[in-house]
Every structure is written in structure tokens, then in C-alpha cells.
């Protein structure tokens, strides 16, 4: 959900760059009366049903038949487009949870949240223009819908216009997901609070790059359910498998920065307390030699403290993430392969 243009800087401020024409329709959708999953939803069944008409129409497709892969192609631009909007929504919370990390005016953090959840109108504008040559060149390479066009012009161009749909989105959505994650980066870079013993501001943005791979993942999976022909070609294997690293890669990549700060502050309080502990253990080396005895006990207690005060900055996981937030994104990346085991064991034993 894009925020209101006049918000960085203030009531009265000015953008640092104009939103682009899909954070206007986000706008728009969230000023509906219905939920927006609703409005999604709509869409989709509307799409569905004018991708599988078009084929009743043509005739190559008997009424009221369903394909799936038609149906399919159909699910893309609309979750590409409900997923910008839901992440936008997740961003936005992290960035409130991630402010006491930060070290920002509140016009710098509106500037930073206006650029977190909006895209420019003039980059996302050129990537639909590339989505548009990509589209003319994926209609010129596929035979049925060349065929399409010298029988049917009229169906051809509306079959054409939900690929550009499509297409369009599919570009849109990977275009929001490097620019965001990459503003993860930057605002981690801001980070002036790394407080150990306060960690969950520095979890937050875990959330966001775990749902944006967890989405990926599952747009991947989609994929391969929708078109059994997926491992029975090299090159989709070779997009499957890389689509998966992806996700790997938009889970973990944003978060390094915010993980070496970590490890650096984790350095800094382990070298403060092993320093406390040698001038600790000086003290009770110097009272032996001394057999001075006097406070010993104390002098004793007070290294058992920071030796216990060690281990604990010890166990401090660096990476800055829930266990539950990893555990996750780790089922959903394993998940055809315990479907594909059950399978594998129903059909050896069934």
C-alpha cells in the first residue's frame, strides 16, 4: 500500500520522486469500500474467464471448458500485482518496528518510507515498455497465437493484451522486489541503535525478505503444478531451480548488512566483558601472590558473573532473524520435496 505523495518532508512536502502509475492504483484499490483481497480475487476469476472465453469463441476450446494452463496464465499478473500490494503492507510495519533502530529526523523517515513502498513513475514506466518488446517477441515466437491472428484478428488482440497484462505485471512485481529489498540495504546502512540486548527492531525487516522469497517460492511452485512439462525440459529445470535460488538470495542478501552490524557490536561487547574479566582475574592473581584474602569471595562471584555474562554474548545469533521466521521460509523451500517423498512412499506402498 503506497503512501500519500505529500508525506516525506512533511505536510507540505514534495516527493522525492513522483509514485508510478501502479502505486496510483494501489491507492486507489485500498480507497474501495471492499477488501482488497476481495478486489483481487474478482479480478482473477474475471480474467479467467475472459482467457478461457477467447478460446470458446475461437472455437478451439469447447464451452464451458476450464484449461488449466489458460486459467493459469491468468493467476500471474494478478498475484504479481496483490503481492506489491501485500509486501508494501509488511514493509511498512517493519519500517515502524525498525525505527528505534534508527538514527533519523521524522522528515528522513518519511523520506525513507515514501521510498521504501513507492516506486518511480519513470523507471517502473521503462520497464513496462521492455515488458511490451519482450510480449511483441513472445507472440512473433508462438505459433498458435500467429495462427491466431490470421483467423481470428479480434481474439488475437485481446488473447495479446492479457500476455502484455501478464508480462507487464510479472516485470513490475521483479522490479518492486530488487528495488525494495534493496532499500532494506540502505536503511540498515542507517542504523545508529544496534542494541544486542533489544534485538527485535533488528528482526524486523526479516519478515519482509522472508515473504518476499516465500513468494517467490511459491510462484515458482505454481509454475511447475501448472505445467507438467517443467522437468521435461532443460532449460525450464535450469528456471526452476535458479527461480529457487532467487528466493534464497532475496531472503538472506538484504539482510548481510544489518548482520555484520550485529557481529561487529556482538565483537565489541565480548571484548568489553573479556577485558573486565582479565583486569577481574589480574585483581585475584595479585591478591594470591599477596595472600591477601579480603574480598576474595566477592572478587570470585564477580568472575563467575562475567564469565557467565561472556557465554551469554556468545550464543547471540548474528543473523537478524526469528528462529520461526527461518524454520519458514525452510519449510516452504522443502515443501515438493516432502510432497514429492509422499508421493514416492504412497506409491511404493499403495
Known sequence: MAIEQTEPGGASGTPPYPASDVDRFLDWVDSLRLPAWLFYLL??????LLFNGLAWIDGSMPFPT???????????????????HYLNRVARRALAEFRPALGVDEAEYERLAYELLTLPRRGTRIVLGLSLVFTAVFIINTPYLVALFGRSPGTAILESAVYVFCFGMIAVFLTHTIWQLRMVSRIHARATNVNLFQRMPLYAFSKLTAQTGIS????NYFGVLTDPATFENLALIILTIGASLVAILCFVLPLQGMHKQIAAEKDRLHGECATRLETAIEEL??????????????????????????EMIDQIRTWPW??????????????PFIVELIFMLAGRFG
Open 43 to 48: 479480478i482473477l476469476g474475471a480474467l479467467i
Open 66 to 84: 476450464i484449461d488449466v494452463y489458460r486459467s493459469s496464465v491468468a493467476v500471474y499478473p494478478v498475484a504479481s500485482l496483490a503481492l506489491v
Open 216 to 219: 517467490l517460492l511459491l510462484m
Open 285 to 310: 592473581y595479585a591478591r594470591a601472590d599477596a595472600q591477601g584474602l579480603a574480598g576474595v569471595g566477592e572478587l570470585n562471584q564477580l568472575i563467575g558473573s562475567l564469565v557467565t555474562t561472556c
Open 322 to 335: 526469528k528462529r520461526e521466521t527461518l524454520m519458514t521460509f525452510i519449510s516452504v523451500f522443502i515443501l
